[in-house]
């Protein structure tokens, strides 16, 4: 069944062509309402399809192909949009939350000269993110994926004039485009093996003994292209080792960090494992791998987080965290259980994010939570949404709590998914614990320095501190709303024995599988077990920094002050790379300048040529441009004689024509077929020894050798009207 | 030696006045001091006129000497005298002229070579008595050449004009714009009013 | 006396009018050369009228005189007005094309 799903990012990109053309000249309530309308309109296509239309489709959605895209021989790929349960949803979360952020961006942009570049940079991503999820095979969620990487640098060094912030998008650029080389390895992989690039036929293919169970280097070809196509996930989702630029990325605007790096663009990478699941499966080695890389970067970004001291950093290394907490879920096989969280996440991190963003507003741009603090009082909008997106993060209460349960439940069961390496999904769900009351705590610490207690801030500061106007505080009521319930449509089957409750897994099914099998008392455990640690992480938080930096804050910082250094300074893992990667290449490619382009090009390809056309060109100009009008009668006279030299020269061939014929040779020196003048002479030596045997004759000669050997044969033509001759040689070899 | 059909005494006369033209050309092309290159080349001219002469060309034979050897010589002459200054060495052997009168001479060496050998020694017939007169070469240039004739006097003229337009001394041009400047002055300080002067009304004024 | 005698020599007054016009610093001798070559050619214009008995040769040498009067005039005129600028009339001294 077909349904017009290209309205749905066409809507976008149109509103970007629009306000890149015309945005200028028009106010700024205009251009809100183009970009907004775009992205509302898509919402509302988007709503139509998975409402009313998806329920009435076949098995594998609906489905929108605009046309051939290329065509190369066996290789055939349409440029086609399926919308199922799975890409639906990511729509709906897309296209809703991309529109509050338009809202929220209204006001919070509102004295940015560059208004109308703003929104059509965030509709362009909005249509590249929506390409992404929407796209029928893998080149087309592609072209998704480096869309999103480019509007994630325009983005991000939005505000380019500081030299931080561009950087701050190259490295984003850079480091995705580490992880999109491991995509597209991913992707030829595949091609390679299952002979296909669109999703549907891939999962036909991903069968036990089918094409991509083939051997390959070891292990299977199916492990090998999920690996990689992994790596290119780690890139465009934050994971170890490529999460380098997501904290850097907060040098970008707060919406566009709430929209990009929080709900919708770093989800990109859970998304593809998701729809690639029938061949993850097929390698539980992969699986094991995402699953260790997914816990330990929960852990590690959870750790980074106690130390930071800018409100969006704590946010950005969440983020990172929460992000391995979905790699896990779908590592350990648990699609349904990352796509949750991926679904719960986006809502209260956009909205953590955009009340950072009201937060900063207040505090004059700063976003220094040393200097906060007793904002509940001053922010009482902000300070509400807060806390119950605090409480959905820290899994207390409201939805994080359901998502983040069936990622520890879901990877204490894997036995099934991940075969022999269901070790690995016991242990990363007990990391996970772990990082969760990490997460606990660290977001609990914030929320207590920020907005327990007294002010630290100057008084200058102090003064302006302000509530957010409604086109800010408006949003985040709703993001507020879908932090709290969003978890609802997520109730896990297994333990309430009402499969139907699960309204999430309805939709997800389908196209991911059923549901994890998770016994009762597993799940009943995780559930308590994770909100003891919660409730712990946020009571330690308590005890340190409640109300404000409090005594045994202060006297764990002086006690182990290195480490809380080393912690703060995020490890020095970006010092590392620096020394690892960035140093050599570097110099490399100054090595590179030096060699390739100072002497190979510069010296040599360039100057050679100059020195040429110099040298010619004056030995030119002294002929032609001296001035000295003698000369130019002497070059006359010289062009005079030698035309007439070569004028009158006798016509001798190129190249004599010799036949041999055993020791005799017939040589024939006309030119061409024309008949020869009569006034020309030719005289033939047969062994160039200078003196011609045969002179005075015609054109064809004939002359027998008396010994075998190689001769060299001169014909000199003489006109003998004119005087001149001239001589051809040949050789020839008589046996 | 002398060539068939020709007679002694032609042939003395014809070598003598070749060997006047030549040596007398060469002397001017390498004679430092102008005058003398100026005299020497009146000789050559005189050759010549004698040598047309020989060839029945009676007309030209005049021609040459009243226009070359009388009007243009005196040109050279007046010149001369304006401009009279000696070199050190008079010829000037740059790689680049010499090639290009070596590329001359192989010119003329090749034309000695083959055109010489291919033409007709033969004496021409000594035309009629009238051939070369003032009257024959004169009723062919204004009955056939009538046009060449006319444009040839339009361009003396314009040659004339021209002569005395380029070297034209240019300070009494210099003095005539001064004059012309002064008179303008005079002029406008003679057309401002002055006190007792009728007023003129005034045009439209932004005061 | 055969034509071709005429022509050698007209050809070897034109090359020794063209030496001097190449190899003379003097801009006026160099124009003295240059009667020289036009006389080379009337030389030989008149030579092959008189063999070929047509007065059309002497008419075209008539025409080639009063033209070379015509250029001398203006060339000299041309030569004082050089004078008159760069006081040399050393033809290597005024070789720059533009001031």
Known sequence: MTFNLRLIPLLPFLGAAILMLFGRKWSRDTVVAVAAGAIAGSCLVAFDAFFTALPLAEPNGLRDTVGTWISAGPLKIDLAFRLDGLSGLLCLIITFIGFLIHIYSAGYMEHDPDYPRFFAYLNLFCGSMLVLVLGDSLPVMFIGWEGVGLCSYLLIGFWYKETANANAGKKAFIVNRIGDFGFLIGMFLLYQYAGTLNFQEINATATEGGVLTQPLWGTTAAFWAALFLFVGATGKSAQIPLYVWLPDAMAGPTPVSALIHAATMVTAGVYMVARMHLVYLLAPGALAIVTAVGAATALFAAVIGFAQNDFKKVLAYSTVSQLGFMFVGVGTGNFEGGIFHLYTHAFFKAGLFLCAGSVMHAMSGSGDITIMGGLRKKLPWTHAVFVVCWLAICGVVFSGFLSKDSIIAGAMSADETMKDFAWVGRLAGYALSLAALGTAFYMSRLYFLVFTGETRASDEIKHHIHESPASMVGPLVVLAIGAALAGFTGLPGGLFDHPSWNLLNDELSPVLGPEMEVSRLTEIGVMVGATVFALLGIGVAWIFYGGGYREPSRKFASAVPKLVKLVQDKFRIDELYQFLFVRPLKRFAQAIYFVVDRILIDKILVGVPVAAVDFFGRLARSVQGSGDGQRYMAVFALGAAGVLYFAIRPMAPDALKVTVSGMGVDVDARRGNKPTPEALEYSYDFDDGGKPELSGAGPTAHHTYARPGSYTIRVDVKDTHWKTSSSVKQKVTVR | ?207 | MPTIYYLILSFALFLIGTTGVLLRRNALIVLMAIELQLNGGNLALIAFSRQLGDLKGHVFAFLIIALAAAEAAVGLAILVGLFRGRQTVNLDEITLMKR
């Open chain 2, 1 to 207: 030696m002398i060539p068939d059909g020709v007679s002694t005494g032609d042939f003395v006369v014809f070598c003598i006045l070749t060997a006047m033209i030549g040596f007398f050309a060469i002397f001017t092309i390498t004679r430092k001091n102008p005058v003398t290159a100026v005299m020497s080349l009146v000789a050559t001219f005189f050759g010549l006129a004698a040598m047309y002469a020989t060839l029945s060309a009676h007309f030209l034979a005049v021609l040459q000497v009243l226009v070359y050897a009388g009007a243009i010589t005196v040109l050279f002459i007046f010149v001369v005298m304006i401009l009279n200054r000696e070199e050190v060495t008079p010829l000037s052997f740059r790689p680049m002229r010499v090639l290009g009168v070596l590329a001359g001479v192989y010119l003329f060496v090749k034309f000695v070579d083959v055109v010489a050998v291919g033409m007709p020694t033969g004496v021409p017939l000594i035309p009629s008595d009238s051939f070369g007169t003032v009257a024959a070469v004169g009723d062919l240039l204004f009955r056939d050449f009538l046009y060449p004739f006319e444009a040839i006097s339009i361009l003396l003229l314009v040659a004339i004009v021209g002569g005395v337009v380029i070297s034209r001394s240019h300070q009494k041009e210099v003095a005539a714009n001064v004059a012309a400047a002064y008179r303008k002055q005079v002029h406008e300080l003679s057309s401002h009013d002055y006190p007792g002067a009728p007023e003129e009304p005034a045009p439209e004024g932004h005061h």
